[in-house]
């Protein structure tokens, strides 16, 4: 086996070259049992990734958090917070109007009703109903006066470029029909039925009910 010094140099060596590994992938390039790599890993301080059950971990000098304090390296994320918890308690607490519930899972690139509903008993934040969809607040008192205060003047001014019931129901049933689908499809279709909208009303309508699904095509709102 290589002394302590080569296999110090191999695994960081690995992680500078591919970024995350895994326990499985250390153990292999490294001839170490799991013990020894835990061992390893606490001593360099890795990060563990909050999605994919903890499997990947990364140095932390590698990740170049967004201001969120969250970093993508394609589908493994990770957060300066550590746990998925503490992440998802400081992005609702830092926030300026809360989130809603499509906000955070935007944000943190993960289906929101994967892992939400427990936060429900969170003493950290909590959920409120405001214009027919659920947004998630601080509960500390003062940020939660300030961030309520912002999303109802934000709300506020979205209702009034909301469009008629009619064309909302024209949307809804052209997206039951075509569950993946563009912008500028569902206009497209729709005019051909009546409804004259641009594309930035249909955008707002469907922002504004929390309708964008993590399943659709990513262009979909850049159509």
């Known amino acids: 086996m290589a002394d302590q010094s080569k296999i110090e140099e191999l695994g960081i060596k690995a992680f500078q070259r591919r970024k995350v590994l895994t326990i499985m992938e250390l153990t292999s390039l490294l001839g170490l049992s799991d013990r020894s790599i835990h061992r390893r890993l606490k001593k360099w301080k890795a990060l563990t990734s909050y999605n994919h059950n903890g499997r ?54 993960m289906n929101p009703q994967s892992f939400l509903s427990p936060f429900q008993n969170d003493p950290n934040i909590f959920r409120e109903k405001i214009s027919g969809r659920y947004i998630w607040f601080a509960a500390t008192p003062q940020i939660l006066q300030k961030q309520q205060s912002e999303r109802i003047e934000c ?12 064309d909302a129901v024209m949307i809804l049933v052209d997206m039951l029909h075509h569950p993946m689908t563009k912008v500028q499809d569902i206009q497209h279709r729709i005019i051909g039925k009546g409804v004259h909208l641009s594309d930035k009303a ?20 850049n159509a």
């Open 56 to 109: 990947y971990y990364t140095l932390p000098s590698t990740p170049c958090f967004d201001e969120n304090g969250i970093w993508h390296f394609h589908d493994i994320s990770f957060s300066s917070q550590g746990t998925l918890k503490k992440t998802v308690v400081s992005i609702v607490t830092n926030s300026l109007k809360g989130l809603s519930a499509n906000e955070i899972g935007n944000m943190l690139n």
């Open 155 to 166: 709300e506020q001014k979205e209702h009034i470029n909301l469009i008629s019931d009619r």
């Open 202 to 221: 249909i955008i707002d309508f469907l922002v504004h009910h929390d309708l964008q699904k993590k399943t659709m095509d990513r262009n979909f709102f």
